[in-house]
């Protein structure tokens, strides 16, 4: 072990610990979630672009000395290619606002750069996590700039999931175009359409969330480094903030830019809001679906079957047969626990007061937790469940023939109140609108035979 010391006295850390006693300190006092900051490699690596456009900056303005900016870049750089990532063992869910995180950045960055002097751990009179790592910054500009980064950089494997996903959809649509079955509103029997029509609506609704995903996520690009503790960008020397902004943007590739007003840009959530938000709508689309599958697939004897899903594992520790589609009900679990999320994510930004938002760990990892809820969902919706869907063909095409719900088409033709009779006749008797209509002397055959052609009903344009 070796000693470090702070406002609050001394402490032991472990002597091969990158981390130091404001690390060890949230280790002893956040057992909270057994989520930690290493589980999550797109955060730290956001901290590194963080520190190092701070270090860039500093440097530039003469505040920090080339000595140590050369050994802060060799540590982020270092952090970048992911090395190190076992040394950020604090909880995701903290107080503090996020200082545990930030302290644990700097903390590390600190040691390896002290290393790369040829010094000691913990010896940092040569490079200091606080005067040098931290310098021009709080952690209420550098945390939640670091957060935005890091879920900007995780929307995109979320999106390409999600376009993947309407993808394999709008494949299904192909495949199942001359497939002919009966819409439903309101559980009833409605009009005939075809399971491609159906499968169709499933992709179109998906693809529109990933421009929506793409747009809302653009919040994150604007950020409030330079800020400082409330924004008034004390401590900070001039020019940092836009200098910095650029150095961030210029690391990330992305066009990020300085909020407007940093006072306001300190404590305001509304970008998290925003985008958890759009999480949820994804997520309802997406339970819709799987609730529809679910119910496509019901029997197979007394559901409507109307498709197959893949079996992936028996059923029942009592029913020998039975098959559950266990792929839709896993993706309507993670869908519940993202509304949930968003929930707190609300909860959360309300919780705001004065110049800060303390709750912005809870916030992040929130979010963190439903983008790779998602993503995970998503692709194994894909891979285990949509690629394998097949149709009951025949099945569909004999509840067609047989369903009171062809009699619509009649409308047009024999008025509603006789085309309601027709179909109250046939419900009671267990009869067939044609043959009804045809008894009645009503249409001719020919007539009848273009009317209730199903492939007549699909559309307008017949």
Sequence with gaps: ??????????????????????????????????????????????????????????????????????????????????????????????????????????????????????????????????????????????????????????????????????????????????????????????????????????????????????????????????????????NAVPGYATLCTQKIADLLKEPVQLADNLVEATSDTSAFVDYSSALKKLSIKLSKICNDLRLLTSGPRAGLFEINLPPKQPGSSIMPGKVNPVIPEVVNQVCYKVLGNDLTVSFAAEAGQLQLNVMEPVIGFSIIESIQYLTNAMTTLRQECVEGITANTEHLKQEVQNSIGIVTALNPYLGYKTSTKIAKEALATNGSVYHLVLEYGLLSKQQLDTILDPKNMLGPEH
């Design 1 to 234: 072990m070796r000693i470090e010391s702070d406002l609050l006295g001394e402490l032991s850390v472990p002597e091969m610990a990158y981390y130091g006693i404001q690390t060890q300190r949230a280790i002893n006092n956040f057992q909270i979630s057994n989520h930690k900051l290493n589980h999550y490699p797109e955060f730290i690596k956001a901290l590194a672009i963080v520190k190092l456009g701070a270090a860039q900056a500093n440097n530039e303005l003469g505040v920090l000395s080339d000595t140590h900016y050369q050994a802060i870049e060799y540590a982020c750089r270092e952090l970048l290619k992911g090395n190190y990532a076992d040394q950020f063992p604090v909880d995701m869910i903290q107080g503090g606002a996020g200082t545990s995180v930030n302290m644990n950045a700097n903390e590390v960055i600190a040691n390896i750069a002290l290393e790369f002097l040829g010094k000691k751990k913990g010896d940092y009179q040569y490079c200091s996590p606080n005067d040098q790592v931290n310098l021009s910054q709080s952690t209420n500009d550098a945390y939640p700039t670091a957060l935005k980064i890091a879920l900007f950089e995780m929307n995109k494997p979320l999106t390409e999931a999600l376009e993947q996903l309407s993808l394999a959809l709008d494949k299904k649509a192909k495949e199942f175009s001359t497939v002919i079955k009966m819409g439903r509103t309101q559980l009833q029997d409605a009009v005939p359409m075809t399971l491609g029509q159906e499968f169709e609506g499933f992709s179109f609704t998906l693809k529109k969330e990933v421009d929506h995903l793409h747009r809302v996520a653009q919040q994150f690009l604007e950020i409030n480094m330079g800020a400082t503790a409330i924004g008034t960008g004390l």
